[in-house]
């Protein structure tokens, strides 16, 4: 299976994309996760990317793809991936089908995490609370927000009009989402 996992900063990709990993054996590809890695070892790209990510900005398409082409050349995702934070704009959606095209793959279905702006904003408090992420101070989120209204919104209008997108409603508990994401990709549980 794979799996382009869209949503707005807070929907709960990456929370989902956890569980999506270990019932499909596919390995999660954050593309934040990969960004904040880089930060926390101190990379010259860790470095460039610290600033860009505190402010809620998008780091650039160059060295996002960089990063992905990587993560894309290790041989666990053949078989399949999820891929969450990637793309976050039309010239990011043009570099993934590129991308996936040299590999001889296509992904199976985009899947955009329905969450309105207020459930996101109580969600991101209670982590900056429980975490401390840098991006997740106020300023930041409503940031966040308007850079997905402006850059991101775009993809899921471009997924759309190809008839790759799948919206699921990210309003519920853990199990909901996790169950409603299944039905849609057509992978729910059956009892035995
Ligand atoms: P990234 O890490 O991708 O952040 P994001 O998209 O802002 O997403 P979050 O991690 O905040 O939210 P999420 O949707 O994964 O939700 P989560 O499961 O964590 O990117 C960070 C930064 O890196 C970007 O701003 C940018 O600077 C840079 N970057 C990354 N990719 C890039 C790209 N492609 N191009 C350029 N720059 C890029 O959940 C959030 C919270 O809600 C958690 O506390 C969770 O416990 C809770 N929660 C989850 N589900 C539920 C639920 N159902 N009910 C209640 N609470 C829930």
Redesign the pocket.
């Known amino acids: 299976m794979r799996l382009v ?1 869209l ?12 569980r999506l990993k270990d019932y499909l054996h596919v390995p999660h590809i ?7 890695a880089e930060v926390a070892a101190g990379t010259p790209l860790g470095l460039q ?1 610290k600033e ?2 505190a ?7 160059e ?2 793809l960089g990063m ?1 082409e990587d993560r894309f050349s290790r041989d666990d995702t053949k078989a399949g991936f999820i891929l ?6 039309l010239a ?1 959606a043009a570099a993934l089908d590129a991308l996936l095209a040299k590999l001889g793959q296509k992904f199976d279905a985009a899947v955009q ?1 329905e ?1 309105d702006n207020e ?2 904003i109580d ?2 408090a ?2 900056a609370q ?2 401390g ?1 840098a ?2 101070s106020p300023e ?1 989120v409503r940031h ?1 927000l308007n ?2 209204d402006q850059q991101t919104a775009p993809v899921i209008k471009f997924y759309r009009d190809h008839g790759q997108l799948t919206i699921v409603d ?5 199990d ?2 996790f169950h409603r994401i299944l039905a849609a990709i057509g992978q729910a549980q059956t009892t035995a």
């Open positions: 996992l949503g707005a900063p807070g929907s709960g990709k990456g929370t989902q994309a956890a954050s593309t934040g996760d990969l960004l904040r990317a860009v990510m402010r809620g900005d998008l780091v650039s398409d060295i996002l992905l969450d934070g990637y793309p976050r704009n990011q995490l969450v459930q996101i969600r991101l209670g982590r429980a975490e992420r991006d997740d930041s966040r850079v997905y990210g309003v519920g508990t853990l909901e989402v």
